[in-house]
């Protein structure tokens, strides 16, 4: 289930997103909640998402897991506004945001990366950062501090005036993150966040992420095939395979679930206890 290898050779280092004061600064306020109701996704006959439930509060970090093709990805792609739901309904804070373009939930709090981060090569790693700021109704002089303060928490200010194409590949999904974070979110949904990552920038990555929470109160949905990643980072995980949702609870709960154990081809080595 780890994703095997390093960052292109690059020792990426520790990170700590979210410190330090006014870094990603979120919109998170007590008791947001996003809420998720009989979601479904439906491909010419094909259920990828089938009436699923979800409920993410904010300040929490929840892991989704499920084997390849579990329908993961359509589910949050379904949540951010990148695929329309066949049926079911989708809240933020109370307000229905279903068929909301992805823009608009990103200006009302709901954020996320992408397995393959999409950086603006022309653009150099601080404009990366500030376009995402001043669109989420920054000015272009506030933008560009917050952008500057993200870098600088996430060990990237040595690299905040090259281009975008130029960074080196290992810090590329650290960016991706930092740029989302300056959408201020609400919640942040992370699609494999650790994918290539050794041992140790996993350990750092799960980290930062932890840093998020606390500094900024934002609510995290993680991505994750790195079990390690999972049961270190999250207080509670949801199981999907073939589109339906087939466990939630504790990582403890959940490394002991049969349906989960079966799920992954009945092994429970996968899903072995994980040492904080």
Not at 74 to 84: K, S, W, Y
Not at 123 to 129: F, Q
Not at 178 to 192: H, S
Not at 199 to 228: K, P, Y
Request: glycine share 12%.
């Amino acid at each position: 289930m780890h994703a095997e290898g390093t960052t292109d050779g690059v020792d990426a280092g520790p990170s700590t997103l979210g410190h330090g004061a006014g870094a990603g600064a979120s919109r998170a306020g007590t008791g947001a909640r996003l809420e998720v109701r009989g979601l479904s996704v439906h491909f010419e006959g094909v259920k990828a998402v089938d009436l699923v439930d979800l409920d993410l509060d904010a300040g929490e970090i929840l892991g989704l897991i499920g084997p390849n093709g579990a329908g993961k990805t359509t589910l949050v792609n379904a949540l951010t506004g990148f695929q329309r739901p066949t049926s079911g309904t989708v809240h933020l804070d109370g307000v229905e945001i279903t068929r909301w373009a992805p823009e608009q939930r990103a200006r009302r709090g709901l954020v996320r990366t992408f397995q393959a981060v999409r950086l603006f090569s022309g653009l150099t790693v601080l404009e990366n950062v500030a376009v995402v700021a001043t669109a989420t109704g920054l000015s272009g002089r506030q933008g560009r501090r917050l952008a500057y303060e993200l870098l600088e928490q996430a060990d990237l200010s040595a690299f905040a005036h090259l281009r975008a194409r130029g960074i080196p590949a290992g810090f590329e999904r650290r960016l991706g993150i930092v740029r989302a974070l300056a959408a201020r979110p609400t919640f942040l949904l992370l699609d494999e966040p650790a994918a290539g990552l050794n041992e140790s920038e996993s350990d750092d990555l799960v980290a930062s992420l932890q840093a998020v929470r606390e500094r900024t109160g934002c609510g995290l949905l993680v991505i994750e095939h790195d079990m390690r990643v999972i049961m270190k980072l999250c207080e509670r995980i949801q199981v999907i395979d073939y589109g339906k949702t087939i466990a939630i609870g504790t990582p403890d709960e959940i490394q002991r679930n049969p349906d989960v154990i079966t799920a992954y081809l009945g092994t429970e080595r996968k899903l072995a206890h994980v040492d904080a």
